[in-house]
Nanobody
């Protein structure tokens, strides 16, 4: 069974930075970060494929960077954080997207438990 464990969340003031990490016990062809704020749907933040090609939500382009730290590790560097970035952040993964867009939750069978990010203004 594939397990994903996130770390690195916390509280930060607006304009600050955080680095999230996700460790898997198995290799995953496609990995992504999603987030969910209270009362809102889960949304894709960034995704990366097996060739390190990345995709981003418009709201985080230029501020967030997704990267692999190895075959089984995923990072999300978050800079210039704003209050709207406050959410629970989830790591998602699967062998491939199965025809779905990277930001579609249905593309992933593997999910972590989440790590909370709070940005205060």
């Amino acid at each position: 069974q594939v397990k994903l464990v996130e770390s690195g969340g916390g509280s930060v003031q607006a304009g600050g930075s955080l680095r999230l990490s996700c460790t898997s016990n198995q290799y995953n062809g496609y990995m992504a970060w999603f987030r969910q704020a209270p009362g809102k749907e889960r949304e894709g933040v960034a995704g990366i494929d097996s060739r390190d090609r990345s995709s981003y939500a418009d709201s985080v382009k230029g501020r967030f960077t997704i990267s692999r730290g190895g075959r089984n590790v995923l990072h999300l560097q978050m800079n210039d954080l704003v209050s709207e970035d406050t959410a629970m952040y989830y790591c998602a993964a699967d062998w491939h997207l199965g025809g779905h867009l990277w930001n579609n939750t249905q593309a992933y069978d593997r999910w972590g438990q989440g790590t909370q990010v709070i940005v205060s203004s």
